[in-house]
């Protein structure tokens, strides 16, 4: 029996159950769209907090209290800026006397209520410098970004996000107003664009006020962390180790702080959502197997329904193994399409999701297209196996008498 009469034999044999036909390609097709739905996801996520650390160029040095944090993150002691030996103001200002240093934002963040006009909503609050934007570059809508505020000098003024600004001050003009930030009065200087964003932070509902005012407001003189903008990228280890060198001066021989390159950061995150991505790939995999046994068990009661069939293919000379490569056969076929449809189906709605959402990523990569479609096909040979060998072992006489 030539390939050519496998195919035919097989594509009759599936055109003439439709309904089974239908739900083992349905079955296929939903465990295929899963593994490019899931990966999708995956990517979008990594594409979208690296880009949000690519913002931040690679010229940036982050440094953090505490020796073991390194993620960035850390438990709500890390958050608020407490550690052994806290980082402070004057920690920062130490750092102006290394050469390769361009700009220095001390970050402060806590979350306190803004006030206005007897409005009034929980915001959180970052206290920094002016450098801070520049650093982030982030831009303004209108207005300026804490002017006349450094690491020294701490006048009144704040810069809000839109969502604050709508929700406070509606359609009137913010700028030049006086709000309340917890128990302290600053007069809005300008808001930031949509465009403002931070790691783990919507900017669009955060108030952002000089670095002083926010050691004040929560009342204590730890920073959050201190970026540092460097100037020539090639001595990035050498300026690290000089911030390493002052503050552990400043802290009497302690070293008990971390200092991280921002492309450190970034090959970290991209390696975590890679291992992720993989690992929602493999875990959507298991529906193609479940498609598999499916695939096994209707094949099973097909062998049973084409008894008489296998007898006469068997009576006109048919052997063993041509039978047994029949079954495999239509089990590739069913595989096959199925995963094919997956295929189509995953990407059109990975389309139709990047339409809907711009912001993020929903292109699968490209290994998950050839994963699912190697894998649908492996577990439709393995899963076939069974039944082609049990039609295989018919006997003829038993098969046209419709014994079994």
């Keep these: 029996m030539r ?47 690296t880009g949000e650390f690519r913002s931040l160029g690679t010229n940036l040095l982050i440094v953090i209290p505490g020796r073991n944090e390194t993620s960035g993150g850390g438990s709500p002691a890390g958050l608020a800026g407490l550690s052994p030996r806290p980082l402070t103001i004057e920690d920062a200002q130490s750092l102006s006397q290394i050469d390769n240093i361009r700009r220095i ?19 959180p609050i970052i206290g ?46 913010a700028i030049g107003e006086w709000m309340r930030i917890g128990d302290r009065r600053c007069r809005v200087a300008g808001v930031i664009a949509e465009e403002g964003r931070t790691i783990g932070l919507d900017v669009q509902k955060a108030v952002v006020i000089p670095v002083a005012l926010g050691t004040a407001l929560f009342n204590r003189d730890s920073l959050f962390r ?41 090959q970290s995150f991209d390696n975590i959502f890679n291992v992720l991505t993989m690992a929602l790939g493999s875990i959507a ?65 990975t389309y ?8 993020f990523n929903f292109l699968p990569p490209m290994w998950a297209s050839y994963v699912s479609l190697i894998v649908a096909l492996v577990s ?9 060998r049990r039609a295989a072992k018919l006997d003829p006489v038993e098969a046209l008498s419709g014994n079994k």
């Design 380 to 388: 439709g040979i393995v899963f076939g196996l069974l039944p082609a």
């Design 3 to 49: 390939l050519k009469d496998l195919l035919f034999l097989s594509y009759t044999t599936l055109i003439r159950y439709p309904l089974r036909t239908i739900m083992l390609l349905i079955a296929t097709s939903i465990g295929v769209m899963a593994v490019i739905l899931l990966t999708a996801v995956g990517e979008g996520a990594r594409d979208y907090i």
């Design 226 to 266: 201190i970026m540092v903008d460097v100037e020539n990228s090639s001595r990035m280890d050498q300026t690290k180790q000089s911030i390493l060198s002052i503050i552990k001066r400043r802290h009497q021989g302690k070293e008990d702080i971390t200092v991280i390159k921002q492309d450190t950061v970034l």
């Design 128 to 173: 920094t410098t002016p450098e801070f934007l520049i650093i982030r570059q982030w831009e303004m809508e209108s207005g300026s970004f804490l002017p006349g505020a450094s690491m020294r000098y701490s006048p009144p003024v704040c810069a809000i996000g839109k969502e604050i600004k709508s929700e406070l001050f509606g359609d009137d003009i």
């Design 352 to 359: 139709a999701l990047k339409v809907a959402f711009p912001a």
């Design 285 to 349: 995999s298991i529906s193609l197997f479940v498609a598999g046994i499916l695939i096994m068990n209707v094949m099973l009661v097909a062998v049973s329904q084409r008894q008489a069939e296998i007898g006469l293919l068997k009576a006109i000379g048919a052997k063993n193994k041509q039978i047994n490569n029949l079954f495999v056969v239509e089990a590739i076929m069913l595989s096959g399409l199925g995963a094919i449809m997956g295929l189509i189906l995953g990407h059109t709605v």
């Design 105 to 123: 934002a001390p970050l402060v963040m806590g979350e306190a209520p803004a006030q206005y006009d007897g409005l009034e909503r929980a915001a």
